[in-house]
């Protein structure tokens, strides 16, 4: 069967010069066949399937606020974005962090069995318990977690905890075009294992769905989506493009 060409609207951050550095417009023209959606950290904390934010913790998406946003998004986004991938036959890849590993004991993980809690006595150990609460890999909704059921894969859908495995996938497919949703755009989506600067350090064109990513917002930055704006600038500057839903589908004929 004969692929269709994508002609897909994205925008990427010109830095040069430096005097009239902005937004520049092109067009990306991509066979179906070499496309993959890959949704990135789609936590269930916060969501009707999954544990309830806990206000004496800050992990997941950090705050209500953000946490909100996110089940927004996958909702009235990202599971159209799937959904419309499927139909087009498009390949639709899920990465999911490996805290999630006895969540998904079919999957292989590297994490090393957890060692009995102490307190920590190293400074970075300190400072990472006053930002997310004391033994927060038990004791918080981390330990519960697990992909929103609206967004987990259909049918034979992989789930991916490593780079490695979502390269080898995508290799074997002959995929060099990754459009990203999911979160956080300021940290996970940029940095994580399956990542965009990772997958970029492999050779992938990544562009991001920028209304279908939130950064971590706290209470004080949420109403402006400082967060937001800036892992989307880091993206469109440093790594790759961006595009919205609505271009996307489009695209895909689905719109």
Not at 35 to 44: D, K, R, S, Y
Not at 150 to 178: K, N
Request: aromatic share 10%; net charge negative.
């Amino acid at each position: 069967m004969s692929q269709k060409t994508l002609r897909l609207p994205v925008r990427h951050y010109r830095a040069l010069p430096i005097d009239r550095a902005g937004h520049e417009a092109e067009l990306i023209e991509i066979p179906s066949g070499q496309v993959a959606l890959v949704g990135m950290h789609c936590w269930n904390i916060g969501c009707p399937d999954g544990p309830a934010v806990n206000m004496d913790f800050c992990v997941g998406m950090g705050w209500p606020q953000a946490a909100a946003e996110a089940w927004r998004i996958m909702h009235e986004v990202i599971r159209p974005a799937m959904e419309a991938c499927r139909r087009a036959g498009i390949a639709v890849c899920h990465v999911e962090t490996d805290w999630m590993d006895a969540q998904y004991p079919q999957l292989p993980s590297r994490r090393s069995p957890p060692a009995p809690y102490t307190p920590p006595r190293t400074l970075a150990g300190k400072m990472a318990e006053r930002a997310h609460g004391p033994d927060y890999l038990r004791r918080s909704p981390l330990a519960q977690m697990k992909r929103a059921a609206l967004v987990s894969p259909v049918g034979d859908e992989p789930l991916f905890f490593y780079t490695d495995q979502l390269h080898e996938y995508l290799q074997e497919r002959g995929i060099s075009t990754l459009i990203y949703v999911g979160f956080a755009t300021d940290m996970c989506v940029l940095g994580a294992d399956g990542g965009a600067r990772p997958m970029l350090g492999l050779g992938y064109r990544c562009v991001l769905m920028r209304d279908a990513t939130v950064g971590v917002e706290t209470p004080q930055s949420f109403p402006e989506r400082l967060a937001t704006r800036y892992g989307t600038h880091l993206f469109e500057w440093q790594v790759g493009f961006s595009t919205t839903f609505a271009e996307f589908v489009t695209a895909l004929g689905d719109g």
